[in-house]
Nanobody, 115 residues
Framework: QVQLVESGGGLVQAGGSLRLSCAASRSILGFYSMGWYRQAPGKQRELVAVMRSSGRTNYTDSVKGRFTISGDNAKNLVFLQMNSLKPEDTGVYYC?????????WGKGTLVTVSS
């Protein structure tokens, strides 16, 4: 079992920055993937960024160059640095990890970007 707790969401003006954190209950070195998803009001949940155990990262096109996913192995944390935020980045952001063939999710943190 893996427990994930997100933090760092909030209200920010367009052009601003936020850093989301995801605290994992076990070492992130054991995860074969770590990612962030978001769900905007009335829309389906979508992948924002993912980092594989190989270190390779992928981003959805709309956040490339603005968002960065990273991890802190010592503290079992996964981060999402979000810069140049836009109103369309608004949504609930969820941390997701893959471990032993199972996907685990946090409860999400709300990000609101005002115009």
């Amino acid at each position: 079992q893996v427990q994930l707790v997100e933090s760092g969401g909030g209200l920010v003006q367009a052009g601003g920055s936020l850093r989301l954190s995801c605290a994992a209950s076990r070492s992130i070195l054991g995860f074969y993937s770590m990612g962030w998803y978001r769900q905007a009001p009335g829309k389906q949940r979508e992948l924002v960024a993912v980092m594989r155990s190989s270190g390779r990262t992928n981003y959805t096109d709309s956040v490339k160059g603005r968002f960065t996913i990273s991890g802190d192995n010592a503290k079992n944390l996964v981060f999402l640095q979000m810069n140049s935020l836009k109103p369309e980045d608004t949504g609930v952001y969820y941390c997701n990890v893959g471990w032993r063939g199972v996907d685990y999710w946090g409860k999400g943190t709300l990000v609101t970007v005002s115009s």
